[in-house]
């Protein structure tokens, strides 16, 4: 091959999350070895939605905090962009929200966005910049200086995300950030994450119990079996782009059957080990 030639092959694209042979081992003095993941492998794209989704207890959080490097794999390796998942939370590659908000209630919407840049200190003016960005990325400008504790649940999950992605990071990690949310809320926060995962561009993993939320978020659905946490299936949701995903789409009959192809590899009725199932 030439070098005109080379050089016109794009680099290969390093993974946003890449997880190898992943097992997870919990012990406890007078207590049983609990094994919470087995033999896990994951590759998550750059800018791509995965959605994990499992019975209770299957380690679906679990891995989540592997790749958050809150918890450490008993054997296997785990690696951000490239970097182990140590390295990727000391550079800031990833942003992560829970189920719970967890705002500092003594601080205004803009503060509690801009803590972590605080933190690592960038100048006030910056801050306050970017504060104002993300603000108007999530629909709050009208909320900078309120509190907490007077705003809706809703719109406290979306000053958290705007927290998560307050340093730009290529990765987002959110542990059923709706899971406490009225139906109504939790539908129009699925529409403004898919929008803002969109405008973007982060990669996101993102913990749920709800199947239809799973179909109606995600390029690809990773089905995990109860514990030992195996990776069951994983299905490739086509449902078009974020700008294409809608209320509309709730409706629409190629949403429903991806939902009943989750329920199906959730409750065993299509043949285990076939990661990869197609939308056709």
């Known amino acids: 091959m030439s070098d005109a030639s080379a050089a016109s092959v794009p680099a290969p694209q390093v993974p946003a999350v ?7 081992l919990f012990t406890a003095k007078r207590k049983p070895t609990v094994t919470a993941l087995q033999a896990v492998d994951l590759t998550v794209a750059p800018g791509e939605f995965v959605s994990l989704i499992g019975p209770s207890g299957c380690g679906k959080s679990t891995l989540l905090r592997l790749i958050a490097d809150l918890d450490t794999p008993s054997t296997g390796t785990v690696s951000v962009f490239g970097k182990t998942a140590k390295q990727a939370r ?12 967890g705002l500092l209630p003594w601080r205004t919407v803009t ?4 803590l972590p840049l605080e933190l690592h200190g960038m100048s006030g003016a910056a801050r306050s910049a970017r504060s104002a960005e993300l603000l108007t990325l999530v629909g709050l400008s009208d909320f900078a200086e309120s509190y907490p504790d007077q705003l809706s649940g809703g719109m406290q999950q979306r000053v958290a995300i705007a927290r998560a992605l307050a340093e ?4 987002l990690l959110m542990d059923e950030p709706f899971g406490a949310l009225d139906e109504m809320t939790r539908e129009r926060m699925q529409t403004e ?17 709800s199947i239809p939320e799973a179909v109606f978020l995600s390029n690809r659905v990773v089905v995990m079996s109860p514990r ?10 086509s449902l078009g782009s974020s700008t294409e995903r809608g209320e509309a789409l709730r409706e629409d009959e190629s949403f429903f ?4 192809k989750v329920r199906e590899l959730l409750h065993g009725e299509a043949p285990v ?3 990869g199932v197609e939308n056709r």
């Open 228 to 237: 030992p946490g195996r990776i069951r299936d994983i299905l490739t949701v």
């Open 193 to 209: 994450l898919v929008r803002i995962a969109g405008e973007t561009g982060a990669a996101v993993v993102f913990v749920t119990h």
């Open 18 to 24: 890449e997880v190898k042979g992943v097992d997870k």
């Open 168 to 171: 730009s990071p290529r990765l």
């Open 90 to 101: 000391i550079d800031q590659e990833y942003g992560i929200a829970f189920q719970q908000a």
């Open 111 to 114: 503060k509690n966005i801009e």
């Open 257 to 260: 059957e991806n939902v009943s």
């Open 273 to 275: 080990g076939i990661k």
